[in-house]
């Protein structure tokens, strides 16, 4: 029972609302962390096949550079004239109020930008793969992101719900069970005196009448 609470029947009007709210809130804050974990565990599945096939790409493309450079030496002049990627945008969607982003990028055909009598093959076939782990790479870094900014909500809505569930229901509660006890103790009293007083006034009246008789 809190001490600072008096039974009063306003205030326990007040907290019969206060208590209405709090349910309604856990029952938000389960229901967002219910749709929060359906959302992230949608997206697991793909982030574990997205880093298999980005380990298994980056495995083909070091491989294709390294036999580059073997036939070809060290080819890092060769691969500064491969023009830098550009033109990928964020933008973000609302799911429960979590902001997720969605990159938005066009996936531009390999062109060949660097003199061809001076490369071959390999070097062709390890800038493929590097594109490949750059388009790999722009999808993991989405749903990487979004897993965590999910996972971080889920976190949160967790903690409310648990607050509301273990700490603030329980004393709403506590203090509504008090306040009602105390006014219906106070009815009580309030009842008992009523019928005292009119018992006397009966026994008043009756002594009168017998007064009046005689």
């Known amino acids: 029972m809190n001490n600072q609470v008096f039974p009063t029947k306003g205030n326990l009007m007040s907290l019969i609302k206060s208590n209405q709210l709090a349910h309604k809130g856990y029952d938000l804050m389960d229901r967002k962390r219910n749709i929060l974990i359906r959302e992230m565990m949608s997206l697991l599945e793909d982030v574990r096949l997205l880093r298999d096939e980005l380990s298994t790409t980056y495995k083909e493309a070091y491989q294709a550079l390294q036999e580059a450079n073997i036939t070809l030496g060290i080819v890092g002049d060769i691969a500064k004239s491969i023009p ?20 938005s990028y066009e996936a531009e055909e390999v062109r060949i930008a660097y003199g061809i009598s001076h490369t071959n093959t390999k070097f062709d076939y390890a800038y493929k793969c590097f594109v490949k782990v750059r388009d790999l790479t722009i999808k993991l870094a989405e749903i990487d992101n979004s897993t965590y900014r999910l996972a971080n909500a889920i976190r949160k809505a967790q903690k409310r719900a648990n607050a509301l569930e273990n700490v603030v229901i329980p004393k709403f509660e506590e203090n509504i069970k008090y306040i009602t006890e105390a006014l219906e103790e106070k009815e009580r009293e309030a009842f008992s005196v009523q019928k005292v007083i009119k018992a006397q006034k009966e026994h008043i009246k009756k002594i009168k009448r017998e007064q009046k008789s005689q």
């Open 84 to 103: 830098i990627t550009s033109g990928l945008k964020v933008q973000y969607k609302s799911v429960m109020g979590v902001e997720i982003p969605h990159l």
